[in-house]
C-alpha cells in the first residue's frame, strides 16, 4: 500500500499580526492549540490566507522558526517558499529545514508569467537544490498561471515532489491530477477551495487545505472522516455548516475580504488580532457585526 506524505485538513494558517512588522505571538500560539486541538493533520504557512507576499523576509524567517518551535513536531509544518526571486525561495527553504519544518510549498511564480516550459525548467532547477520536500501549489486566480497536466506529468520524475496543492476551483482538472497517480502513486493530492472538500475526497483525493479550518477545525475534520467513511448524510449535513460560514467571505467588497473574514473571525473568538498586512484594512465595524451574526449562526458543536 503506498503511503501519501499528506493527508486530512490542513489549515492555511493565518498570519497573526500586531501591526505591520511583528507578530502577534500570544494569538500566535493560541491560534496552533486552537487547530491542534480541532484534529488537523498539519500547518501550512506563508501561504495566501497566510499574507505571505506582504510579509517582509525577516518576519517570515521569525514565523517560521516560531511556528515549528511550537507546534513541536506534534503534526508536519508545511512552509510555502513562493517568490519573484529564485534565490529567495531557496533561502525560505533553508530557513524552513533548520527550523525543523516537514516540506515546503511552491506556486507559480508570479508578476511575469512564466511560459510551461520555463515553468517546468524553474521546478527543476529549484528542486534539486531544496533540502525538503516539495509540493506543488496550483494558484492561477493569483499567479496568472496554471500548472498544466502535461507540465506536471514531465516533473513526475523529480522524487523530491511530492504532491500537488489545486485551487484552481476546476473538478475536472482535479480528477486529471488524480490520473497522475498512475505515474506517481505516492503523490498527496489536496484541494483549495474548501466547499469541495467532499467532493475532492469522493474522486481520490487525500484531504483539503481548508482555510475555515483556521476558525472551525472540528469541522472542516469531521467533514473529512464523514467522507472516508461514505456516510452521505453526515456529509451533507458538515457541507451545509461549511457553505454558511463561507458567507463570511462575502462580507466586503475587496479580494482581500477571504482573509479579512477569516482574521476577523478569529478575532471574535479570542484566539489572534485581526491586523491586516498593508497595503489591506482590517474589517470597520459594520463587517465586523456582520461576520459576527454569521458565527452565531454556526453551531457550537459539530453537527
Given at each position: 500500500m503506498t503511503t501519501?506524505?499528506?493527508q486530512?485538513i490542513i489549515?492555511?494558517?493565518?498570519?497573526p499580526l500586531r501591526d505591520r512588522?511583528?507578530?502577534?505571538?500570544?494569538?500566535l500560539?493560541?491560534l496552533?492549540?486552537?487547530?491542534?486541538?480541532?484534529?488537523?493533520?498539519?500547518?501550512?504557512?506563508l501561504?495566501?490566507?497566510?499574507?505571505a507576499?506582504?510579509?517582509?523576509?525577516?518576519l517570515?524567517r521569525?514565523?517560521i522558526?516560531r511556528?515549528c518551535e511550537l507546534v513541536?513536531d506534534?503534526v508536519?509544518?508545511?512552509v510555502g517558499?513562493t517568490?519573484t526571486?529564485?534565490?529567495?525561495?531557496l533561502?525560505l527553504a533553508a530557513?524552513?529545514a533548520d527550523?525543523?519544518?516537514?516540506a515546503?510549498?511552491?506556486?507559480?511564480?508570479?508578476?511575469f508569467?512564466a511560459g510551461?516550459?520555463?515553468?517546468a525548467d524553474y521546478v527543476?532547477n529549484?528542486a534539486?537544490?531544496?533540502?525538503?520536500p516539495?509540493?506543488?501549489y496550483n494558484?492561477?486566480s493569483?499567479?496568472?498561471?496554471?500548472?498544466?497536466i502535461?507540465?506536471?506529468?514531465?516533473?513526475?520524475?523529480?522524487?523530491?515532489?511530492?504532491?500537488?496543492?489545486?485551487?484552481g476551483?476546476d473538478?475536472d482538472y482535479?480528477?486529471?491530477?488524480?490520473?497522475?497517480r498512475?505515474?506517481?502513486?505516492?503523490?498527496?493530492?489536496?484541494?483549495?477551495?474548501?466547499a469541495?472538500t467532499?467532493?475532492?475526497?469522493?474522486?481520490g483525493?487525500?484531504g483539503a487545505?481548508a482555510?475555515g479550518?483556521?476558525v472551525?477545525?472540528?469541522?472542516f475534520v469531521e467533514?473529512?472522516?464523514?467522507?472516508?467513511?461514505?456516510d452521505a448524510?453526515?456529509?451533507?449535513?458538515?457541507s451545509?455548516?461549511?457553505v454558511d460560514?463561507?458567507r463570511?467571505?462575502?462580507?466586503?467588497?475587496?479580494a482581500?475580504r477571504?482573509?479579512?473574514?477569516?482574521?476577523?473571525a478569529?478575532s471574535?473568538l479570542?484566539i489572534c488580532?485581526d491586523?491586516?498586512?498593508?497595503?489591506?484594512?482590517?474589517f470597520?465595524?459594520?463587517e465586523r457585526e456582520?461576520v459576527?451574526?454569521?458565527?452565531e449562526?454556526i453551531?457550537?458543536?459539530?453537527?
Amino acid at each position: 500500500m503506498t503511503t501519501r506524505m499528506f493527508q486530512g485538513i490542513i489549515p492555511p494558517l493565518v498570519t497573526p499580526l500586531r501591526d505591520r512588522d511583528a507578530i502577534d505571538d500570544d494569538g500566535l500560539q493560541r491560534l496552533i492549540e486552537h487547530v491542534i486541538a480541532g484534529g488537523v493533520s498539519g500547518i501550512f504557512i506563508l501561504g495566501t490566507t497566510g499574507e505571505a507576499p506582504s510579509l517582509g523576509y525577516r518576519l517570515r524567517r521569525e514565523l517560521i522558526g516560531r511556528v515549528c518551535e511550537l507546534v513541536q513536531d506534534r503534526v508536519p509544518v508545511l512552509v510555502g517558499i513562493t517568490d519573484t526571486a529564485f534565490v529567495e525561495s531557496l533561502n525560505l527553504a533553508a530557513c524552513a529545514a533548520d527550523s525543523g519544518a516537514a516540506a515546503v510549498v511552491l506556486s507559480t511564480p508570479y508578476y511575469f508569467p512564466a511560459g510551461q516550459t520555463e515553468l517546468a525548467d524553474y521546478v527543476r532547477n529549484l528542486a534539486e537544490r531544496l533540502p525538503l520536500p516539495l509540493l506543488l501549489y496550483n494558484m492561477p486566480s493569483l499567479t496568472k498561471v496554471w500548472f498544466e497536466i502535461e507540465t506536471l506529468r514531465k516533473l513526475a520524475d523529480i522524487d523530491r515532489i511530492v504532491g500537488v496543492k489545486d485551487s484552481g476551483d476546476d473538478l475536472d482538472y482535479f480528477k486529471r491530477l488524480i490520473d497522475l497517480r498512475a505515474i506517481r502513486p505516492d503523490w498527496s493530492i489536496l484541494i483549495g477551495p474548501e466547499a469541495k472538500t467532499a467532493e475532492a475526497i469522493a474522486l481520490g483525493g487525500d484531504g483539503a487545505v481548508a482555510g475555515g479550518a483556521n476558525v472551525f477545525p472540528t469541522l472542516f475534520v469531521e467533514c473529512h472522516r464523514a467522507a472516508l467513511a461514505g456516510d452521505a448524510p453526515r456529509v451533507e449535513r458538515l457541507s451545509r455548516t461549511i457553505v454558511d460560514f463561507q458567507r463570511i467571505y462575502e462580507v466586503g467588497k475587496y479580494a482581500s475580504r477571504y482573509i479579512k473574514g477569516t482574521k476577523c473571525a478569529l478575532s471574535l473568538l479570542g484566539i489572534c488580532d485581526d491586523f491586516m498586512a498593508e497595503p489591506f484594512h482590517r474589517f470597520l465595524p459594520p463587517e465586523r457585526e456582520r461576520v459576527r451574526e454569521i458565527l452565531e449562526t454556526i453551531p457550537p458543536r459539530v453537527p
